[in-house]
């Protein structure tokens, strides 16, 4: 998958088909927020979970504490 970083106008466009009013001296960051968000979930895409069991096999409240370390 390749990464075409967000130029400022595209953010200004996402931002108002969104409905959200973005000024104009925001454009730049809010592209460059988007890139690194779009990096970091990038890199967490390609952990390998392996035979990690999903989230619903998890119950709370069963594990057993004790004072050893």
């Given at each position: 998958m390749t990464a075409v970083e967000l130029t400022p106008p595209e953010a200004a466009r996402w931002a108002a088909r969104a409905g959200l009013?973005?000024?104009t001296d925001r454009h730049a960051v809010v592209a460059a927020t988007a890139d690194h968000i779009h990096a970091v979930v990038a890199v967490l895409r390609e952990l390998d979970f392996?035979?990690?069991?999903?989230a619903s096999a998890y119950r709370a409240g069963g594990e057993t504490h004790d004072a050893a370390v």
């Open positions: 009013a973005l000024p392996g035979d990690t069991p999903p």
